[in-house]
């Protein structure tokens, strides 16, 4: 006999030993196969859960909407602290979208405060402001424009009358002897 035979034997003694087992703890418990014990099983639950009391049964329900509440609340109290922001960052001039950038970055700097009061979120903002003055509808002043010919320039100026069509080749012919003034 191999190993394989002798290992495939014991596995198969094995699963009849447990199967043998199941069936002998379903007989002592008074069931004729596992389908009997899971039926009673779920019946014990549905019974269970019917000798439950009005009582019981309000409270649960009460407990449902105290949590729906308090996460009620909770959301409430997130959309308040946002429009705080969004009132105290508007107040100092941020729009648009210089508002929602004004607003991520006054939420980065408030980080550590999630319960800020409406002056330290003033505080904030105004820092903000002497930061990013461009944000709150301020301009950084006027900038002079880029040297004609530079690429951001432009086009280099032109000056002057502009030449008639076929100037350039009349020009090129005098100069190469084919035309006489």
């Known amino acids: 006999m191999t190993q394989e035979d002798l290992s495939r034997l014991l596995a198969r003694?094995?699963?009849?030993?447990?199967r043998t087992a199941v069936k002998?703890?379903?007989?002592?418990?008074?069931?004729?196969?596992?389908e009997a014990l899971a039926d009673f099983v779920n019946a014990?639950?549905?019974?269970?859960?019917?000798?439950?009391?009005?009582?019981?049964?309000?409270?649960?329900?009460?407990?449902?909407?105290?949590?729906?509440?308090?996460a009620l609340e909770a959301q409430a109290v997130v959309r308040e602290r946002a429009a705080i922001r969004r009132s105290v960052l508007a107040e100092l001039g941020a729009s648009g979208e210089?508002?929602?950038?004004?607003?991520?970055?006054?939420?980065?700097?408030l980080t550590d405060q999630?319960?800020?009061?409406?002056?330290?979120?003033?505080?904030?903002?105004?820092?903000?402001?002497?930061?990013?003055?461009e944000l709150f509808g301020q301009s950084l002043g006027t900038v002079p424009p880029a040297p004609?010919?530079?690429?951001?320039g432009g086009p280099p100026s032109r000056v002057g009358i502009p030449p008639k069509?076929?100037?350039?080749?009349?020009e090129m012919a005098r100069r190469r002897g084919f035309v006489i003034d």
Do not use: C, H, W, Y
């Open 98 to 109: 210089d508002l929602a950038d004004a607003e991520l970055l006054i939420n980065r700097a």
């Open 44 to 70: 014990k639950r549905e019974a269970e859960q019917a000798a439950l009391s009005e009582v019981e049964r309000r409270e649960q329900a009460a407990e449902e909407k105290l949590r729906a509440a308090q």
């Open 114 to 133: 999630a319960d800020a009061d409406e002056g330290t979120v003033m505080s904030a903002a105004e820092q903000l402001k002497e930061r990013r003055p």
């Open 148 to 152: 004609g010919g530079s690429p951001a």
């Open 13 to 18: 003694e094995k699963t009849q030993g447990g």
């Open 24 to 34: 002998k703890l379903l007989g002592d418990l008074g069931f004729e196969n596992s």
């Open 165 to 170: 069509p076929g100037a350039a080749g009349l």
